[in-house]
């Protein structure tokens, strides 16, 4: 087994677009990061036994179908092919800076166009945080420098709850962002 690949088996329903998530494990539970995830059939393959891959990439639409499928909604049939596609022309990068609760509300409601796809809201944020490089909790989150003055900027950091990490320490900094302000909680 090449290093740095786990395998666990698992059963799961081969029903048509069944997600399959896995969530990193924290020491603290308080906070989940993003998953990564596989969905049925997209993601299958036979090599000699059947198996499903998980990717960090397929992470936000199995998200995606899994609460879904937790709400009771039936999305067997659908276009889970052209789903992912979208996301991925419209995600620049980074799935989990679109607006989730819109998408699962287009789908939910059987009412889903491509242009539900869209980013989150979104505003920049200045802190004073000391030197050092930083990374949010999404996998595909770019590395942030504090610049010569200890200050760091964040572009476009949809609102919501957020994790900062600083790499190289097992320091981190929890922040709530509005439309107007960034309520920081440090550990």
Not at 125 to 132: A, F, K, Q, S, T
Not at 164 to 173: C, D, M, V
Request: hydrophobic share 40%; proline share 6%; charged share 20%.
């Amino acid at each position: 087994m090449p290093y740095g690949q786990h395998y666990l088996q698992i059963s799961i329903s081969k029903k048509y677009n069944t997600p399959v998530v896995a969530y990193p494990i924290l020491k603290e539970q308080k906070f989940s990061l993003p998953p990564a995830g596989a969905i049925f059939p997209i993601n299958y393959c036979q090599e000699g036994k059947d198996r499903i891959t998980l990717t960090w990439e397929m992470g936000f639409p199995a998200y995606i179908f899994e609460r879904l499928l937790n709400l009771g909604v039936d999305i067997s049939t659908f276009n889970s092919h052209r789903f992912i596609d979208v996301i991925d022309e419209k995600s620049t990068g980074d799935p989990w800076s679109l607006n989730a609760e819109l998408i699962m509300q287009s789908i939910a409601v059987n009412n889903f166009r491509k242009t539900h796809i869209k980013k989150a809201p979104c505003s920049d944020i200045i802190l004073i945080i000391g030197i050092g490089s930083w990374f949010l909790e999404s996998p595909f989150s770019p590395i942030y420098n504090s610049d010569d003055n200890d200050i760091l900027y964040i572009e476009g950091i949809t609102e919501g709850f957020h994790r900062l990490f600083k790499i190289g320490s097992s320091r981190y900094i929890d922040l709530y962002i509005t439309d107007n302000e960034c309520i920081i909680f440090s550990p």
